[in-house]
C-alpha cells in the first residue's frame, strides 16, 4: 500500500472513533465523562494531521499521527484503569470517600459531583468497556500510521 492508502485509513480510523463517540452521545444519550473528552482530542488531532498529510504530501507528520494515536490509546487505558478500580481517577469525576465527613459536607460533596462519573462503565461489549476499545483500536490506528511513515517514496 502507499502512503496516502495508510494516512487515508489511519485518519478515517480517528474519524469513525470520533463518529462512533458522537452517536453514542448523542444518539445514544450516553454523556462522555472527563476522561471520555481526553480521549477524543487526539482523535482529533490525527484527523488534522492525516488531512495535512494528504494535502502536502509530507511523511514525518505520520509519526505525529502515530503519537496522537498512542496518545488516546494511553488515556483509553488509563479510563479503563479507573473503571476497573485499579487506580484513581481524577477527583472531579470519580466518587470520594464518605467516612469521616459531616452532613453538611457530605451534602456538599454530592450537590458538587458531576453528572457522570469516568469509574463507571457505561457501555461493554465481550468484557470490554468502551475506553478499553478505543485503546484497542488506537493501538491499531497507531500501528497503521507507522505503516505510513515506513512506506517508500
Not at 484527523?47 to 502536502?56: E, P, S
Not at 470519580?94 to 453528572?115: E, R, Y
Request: aromatic share 10%.
Amino acid at each position: 500500500m502507499t502512503f496516502r492508502t495508510y494516512t487515508l485509513l489511519a485518519a478515517a480510523g480517528s474519524a469513525a472513533m470520533m463518529l462512533g463517540a458522537l452517536g453514542f452521545q448523542y444518539l445514544g444519550e450516553m454523556a462522555p465523562c472527563k476522561l471520555c473528552y481526553w480521549q477524543r482530542y487526539p482523535h482529533i488531532a490525527a484527523i488534522a494531521i492525516g488531512v495535512l498529510a494528504l494535502v502536502l504530501g509530507w511523511r514525518w507528520l505520520a509519526g505525529l499521527g502515530a503519537l496522537a494515536a498512542l496518545a488516546t490509546a494511553g488515556v483509553g487505558m488509563f479510563h479503563t484503569g479507573v473503571e476497573r478500580g485499579w487506580w484513581e481517577g481524577p477527583t472531579t469525576c470519580t466518587s470520594q470517600p464518605i467516612g469521616g465527613l459531616s452532613t453538611d459536607d457530605l451534602l456538599n460533596q454530592i450537590m458538587a459531583a458531576p453528572l457522570v462519573r469516568c469509574d463507571e462503565v457505561a457501555w461493554e461489549m465481550f468484557g470490554l468497556s468502551m475506553a478499553s476499545w478505543n485503546a484497542v483500536a488506537s493501538l491499531v490506528l497507531a500501528g497503521i500510521w507507522v505503516m505510513a511513515l515506513r512506506t517508500q517514496r
